[in-house]
C-alpha cells in the first residue's frame, strides 16, 4: 500500500511539474504579452457589453422607452474605439512621442473649456463634462491617457538626467499637478485622485527616493480631506463608506445596494439578465457601479475572471515593461497599468464598499464612451509595444513571409 501510495505521489508530482513547464513555456513565448493583451482586453470588451446591455435594460426603458438605447450608445462608441485601438497598434512609437505635447496641451484646455459657463455640464455635483455640440464628452478620461504618454516622454527624454531630482520632478510633477488643479475645480475628487496615483505610479519606476512619496501620499490624504471639507456630500460619502448600513437611507444606500447584490449572487450569479438591484433600487447601476450587477448575475465565478483579467493585462503590460530596451516604451506601458489597473482596483473597492463612492468607472466594462475609447486605444497602443518587440516581430513575419509563400505558388499554379 505504501509503495502504491508514494507511485500515486511521484505521479502527481510529475504531473504539476508538467503542467508548470508548460506554463513557463507559454509564458516565455516570445509573443506571449501580445497574445494576453488582446485576449483579456477583448473579452473585457465582451463582458463590458453584455454586462451594459443587461445594466442599462430597466433604466434606458423609463427614460426612452427603449431597453437597448443606452447600449446602443455604447456600441456607437465602440465601433469609434475599435479603429482607433487598431491604428495604436500600429503607430510608430517616434510619432506618438511628438505628439506628447500636443496630447497634454489639448487635455489643459478641453479640462480649462469645463471651467467656461455654458459648456461646463454639472453631473451629481462635479462640473467635469464637456458640452461640444451634441456630443458630451469628460475630458478628465482623455487627460489620463494623455498625460501617462506626456510623462513617458518626459521621463525618456530625461533618461540620462533621473539620477538628478531636479529632472526627476520637473516638469511632470507641475504638468500633473495643473492638470489635476483643473478636476479639482469641478470638484471630482475621485480623478484627483487616480491623477496623484499614476504620477506615484510613474515616479517610482523611474526610481525617486521613498521619501518623497511619504510626502505625496500625504499631500494626497490632505487633498481629499480639503475637497471633503468643501462639499458636505462629499463629506458624508468619505465617511459613510465603513458602515453604510448605519446611514442606509442617506449616503449609504448606493453601497449598501452594491452589497445586496454581490450577497444575492452566490457561486455562479443569478443568471444574466436577472439582476433584482438594477430595477431601481442601485443607483448608477450601468455605470459606477456595474460590477455589483456583474456580480449578482454572473457571481463570485464572474467578478473573479474580471479581475483576473485585470491582472492578465498588468502582468503582460508590466512584463513588456522589464522586457523592452526602449525608456518610453517602458514608463508609457507602466503608467498605462497603473492607470487602468488603479482605477479598478478603486472601482471594486467602492462596490465592496470597502472604499468611499468617488465616482469611479470600470474599465472597458462600465459605460461611457469617454472613459471607453481612451482605455481602448491605450490597450492598443500595448498590443503595438508588445508586437513591434524584436523577437515577436521577428516570429509575426516569418509568419506573414511563410503564408505569402504558400498562397503565391497556389495562385500561379492556378494561374497556368
Known amino acids: 500500500m505504501a509503495t502504491v501510495s508514494q507511485e500515486g505521489d511521484a505521479s502527481g508530482l510529475r504531473v504539476r511539474e508538467s503542467v508548470t513547464a508548460r506554463v513557463r513555456a507559454a509564458l516565455d ?7 494576453l493583451l488582446l485576449g483579456a482586453s477583448s473579452l473585457l470588451l465582451v463582458i463590458g457589453l453584455i454586462m451594459v446591455t443587461s445594466s442599462s435594460s430597466v433604466f434606458a ?10 447600449v446602443k450608445r455604447q456600441l456607437m462608441w465602440v465601433v469609434i474605439a475599435l479603429p482607433l485601438a487598431w491604428g495604436a497598434t500600429r503607430v510608430p512609437v517616434a510619432l506618438v512621442r511628438k505628439v506628447a505635447w500636443l496630447g497634454f496641451f489639448l487635455a489643459v484646455a478641453l479640462l480649462a473649456l469645463v471651467r467656461i459657463p455654458g459648456l461646463g455640464v454639472e453631473v451629481n455635483g462635479n462640473t467635469n ?9 469628460q475630458p478628465s478620461e482623455v487627460a489620463k491617457f494623455a498625460l501617462v504618454i506626456w510623462a513617458a516622454h518626459m521621463f525618456a527624454k530625461k533618461e540620462h538626467l533621473l539620477h538628478q531630482t531636479s529632472h526627476l520632478l520637473i516638469p511632470v510633477v507641475p504638468g500633473i499637478g495643473l492638470v489635476t488643479g483643473l478636476v479639482v475645480l469641478g470638484h471630482d475628487l475621485g480623478t484627483a485622485l487616480v491623477f496623484g496615483g499614476i504620477l506615484m505610479a510613474l515616479l517610482w519606476v523611474v526610481g525617486l527616493d521613498w521619501r518623497y512619496f511619504v510626502f505625496g501620499f500625504t499631500g494626497l490624504v490632505a487633498l481629499a480631506f480639503l475637497a471633503a471639507s468643501t462639499s458636505l456630500e462629499r463629506k458624508e460619502r468619505l465617511t459613510s463608506f465603513v458602515d453604510p448600513l448605519q446611514h442606509y437611507h442617506d449616503n449609504g444606500w448606493q453601497p449598501s445596494h452594491g452589497l445586496f447584490a454581490l450577497a444575492s449572487g452566490g457561486w455562479l450569479g443569478n443568471g444574466i439578465g436577472d439582476s433584482t438591484q438594477k430595477w431601481g433600487d442601485l443607483p448608477e447601476a450601468h455605470t459606477d457601479f456595474i460590477f455589483a450587477v456583474l456580480g449578482e448575475e454572473l457571481g463570485l465565478v464572474g467578478t473573479v475572471l474580471v479581475v483576473a483579467l485585470f491582472g ?3 502582468f503582460a503590460g508590466v512584463r513588456l515593461a522589464l522586457q523592452t530596451e526602449e525608456p518610453f516604451v517602458r514608463y508609457a506601458s507602466f503608467g498605462v497599468v497603473a492607470w487602468l489597473l488603479g482605477q479598478m482596483i478603486i472601482n471594486v473597492g ?13 474599465p472597458l466594462i462600465s459605460y461611457g464612451g469617454s472613459a471607453l475609447v481612451p482605455s481602448l486605444v491605450a490597450l492598443g497602443l500595448l498590443v503595438g509595444f508588445a508586437r ?3 523577437e515577436a516581430a521577428e516570429l509575426l513575419e516569418a509568419r506573414r513571409t511563410r503564408t505569402s509563400g504558400v498562397s503565391a505558388p497556389s495562385t500561379s499554379s492556378v494561374t497556368s
Not at 513565448?29 to 497574445?35: A, G, I, Q, R, V
Not at 467602492?350 to 470600470?362: E, F, N, R, S
Request: charged letters at 10%.
Open 388 to 390: 513591434r518587440e524584436p
Open 312 to 314: 492578465v493585462i498588468a
Open 350 to 362: 467602492m462596490v465592496l464598499a470597502v472604499l468611499p463612492v468617488i465616482g469611479i468607472p470600470l
Open 61 to 70: 426603458y423609463r427614460t426612452s422607452g427603449d431597453s437597448y438605447s443606452i
Open 29 to 35: 513565448h516570445p509573443l506571449s504579452s501580445y497574445y
Open 129 to 137: 463634462w464637456l458640452a461640444l455640440g451634441p456630443v458630451t464628452m
